[in-house]
């Protein structure tokens, strides 16, 4: 498995640097409503291209006083005509991505009426995008399987006087990762946590710390103890394990006091339907030295039922456990996570991230095209290597 991520990840990350923008992309991100590229990202490394090559409607925003911190959303693309305006990506076929679109408001149209309106992905996911006056963008991802190249982000208007608007569009081919998750589901983000670590903690790494973009929302418990590297881990790289998580997010943790309190983590869902299927991982790894003890073994229990049992080695170890567990039912949008120590483990639980999604059904496609556009996109990769490698 680890052999596969690293091939795959050399598959792609040489394209990357080749910029073929008639080609599909593994990553792609728009600075929507930006009239330049941005490649001088001293913080993340992104490259932020302009939108242009991707939509033809609506009209350039440009914030000249704004409290946005984060400079791609100082820009936005606004859709004043029109029920529905689309961004047309060219992504890889038949490969997982992560998208993410981001909305920030920040009254560009000076009436201090933040809109509502939907966004929808490839033609069968969406979301109700609800915008604010808050300082912080709203940000909807999903992670979904690209069946065709040629992927549409719409915006929808469903209310006459709302203007829908978009401020940034990140893609990025996911390898081997989020292995439970079938080509005939999606996931949409629900809460992507990075315990332990407070609100100074950059949410944003750059590109060599995590591979995959994600922004990991930092959080302490105030009921538990934070675990903290005591030194600057932002710069660290990633884990080859599963989902790629960064050493700077596994470095951070919340630990319960002793090993006969459990971890009460109860998680609300966003979407209010009745009855959800969600898919769960944690990381788990235990920086804190101890010569005395070298592991610890905890169990989850998701609403009171055991789900998994698994050792904590010691960081030197080199071993950090990722536990996905999918499908969990979901009734009336809420779960309780609880994480104890198993009896006899010398140390408290611990928990390093958690990441939740609620898993959607979409339609199936033909095995024949399958194969066929697969096979393409090994064409694709044979040319490419063969150019880079100067033949
Ligand atoms: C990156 O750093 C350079 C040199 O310090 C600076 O000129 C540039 O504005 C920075 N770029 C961004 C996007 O902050
Ligand atoms: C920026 O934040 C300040 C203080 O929260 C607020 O008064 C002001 O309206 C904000 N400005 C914009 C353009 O959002
Ligand atoms: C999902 O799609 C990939 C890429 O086309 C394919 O290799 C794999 O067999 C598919 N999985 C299933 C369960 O159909
Ligand atoms: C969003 O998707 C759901 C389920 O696929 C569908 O029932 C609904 O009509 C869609 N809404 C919009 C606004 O497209
Ligand atoms: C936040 O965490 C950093 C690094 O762990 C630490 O240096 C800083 O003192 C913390 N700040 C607060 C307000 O707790
Ligand atoms: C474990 O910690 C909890 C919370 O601080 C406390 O209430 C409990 O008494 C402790 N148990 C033992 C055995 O120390
Ligand atoms: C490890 O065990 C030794 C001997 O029992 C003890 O002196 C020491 O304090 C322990 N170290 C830690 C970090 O618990
Ligand atoms: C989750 O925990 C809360 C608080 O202890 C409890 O009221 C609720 O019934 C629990 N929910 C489920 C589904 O177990
Ligand atoms: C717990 O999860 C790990 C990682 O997914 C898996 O290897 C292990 O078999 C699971 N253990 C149990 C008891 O379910
Ligand atoms: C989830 O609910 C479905 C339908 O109610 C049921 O068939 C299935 O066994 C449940 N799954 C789990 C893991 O509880
Ligand atoms: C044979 C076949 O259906 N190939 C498809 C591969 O993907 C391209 C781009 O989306 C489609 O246009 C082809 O139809």
Not at 142 to 162: A, G, M, S, Y
Not at 309 to 321: M, N, R
Request: proline share 6%.
């Amino acid at each position: 498995m680890e052999i596969w991520s690293i091939v795959m990840v050399l598959m792609f990350v040489a394209p990357l640097s080749l910029q073929a923008s008639s080609f599909p992309k593994s990553t792609l991100n728009i600075d929507c409503g930006a009239t330049r590229k941005t490649t001088d990202d001293n913080h993340t490394f992104v490259i932020w291209e302009t939108d242009e090559d991707y939509i033809k409607t609506g009209q350039n925003e440009f914030l000249v006083i704004t409290n946005a911190s984060f400079y791609p959303m100082k820009t936005l693309r606004s859709f004043p005509r029109g029920s529905k305006n689309c961004y047309n990506l060219l992504l890889i076929a038949q490969t997982k991505y992560l998208l993410r679109a981001g909305f920030y408001y920040g009254n560009y149209d000076n009436n201090f009426k933040p809109p509502t309106f939907v966004l929808e992905v490839d033609g069968k996911l969406n979301v109700t995008v609800t915008t604010s006056l808050s300082d912080d963008p709203v940000y909807h991802e999903f992670i979904f399987f690209v069946e065709k190249e040629n992927v549409d982000v719409c915006l929808t208007r469903t209310q006459e006087d709302h203007v829908p608007f978009i401020s940034t569009i990140e893609s990025n081919a996911l390898y081997d990762s989020y292995k439970l998750m079938e080509n005939h589901t999606a996931l949409y983000l629900e809460r992507r946590i990075n315990y332990g670590a407070n609100k100074t903690f950059p949410e944003r790494l750059s590109i060599f710390a995590d591979e995959y973009n994600r922004i990991w929302t930092p959080e302490e418990i105030p009921s538990y103890r934070s675990l903290t590297p005591g030194f600057d881990v932002s710069s660290t790289g990633w884990v080859f394990t599963d989902n790629l998580p960064p050493y700077a997010v596994l470095y951070y943790a919340i630990e319960a006091h002793n090993s006969s309190e459990s971890l009460f983590l109860p998680v609300t869902f966003q979407e209010k339907k009745p009855q959800l299927s969600a898919y769960f991982v944690f990381y788990f790894a235990s920086f804190v030295y101890n010569p005395n003890v070298t592991s610890r073994t905890v169990a989850i229990y998701i609403d009171g039922q055991q789900k998994n049992i698994t050792e904590i080695p010691s960081w030197y170890e080199k071993i950090f456990p990722v536990v996905s567990i999918y499908p969990v039912n979901v009734t009336n949008g809420m779960v309780n996570v609880t994480i104890s120590a198993v009896e006899g483990s010398p140390l408290p639980p611990l928990l390093c991230a958690m990441e939740v999604f609620t898993a959607y059904e979409v339609s199936k496609a033909s095995h024949v095209i399958h194969f066929v556009n697969f096979s393409l996109v090994l064409v694709y990769f044979l040319v490419l290597s063969l150019s880079g490698s100067g033949l």
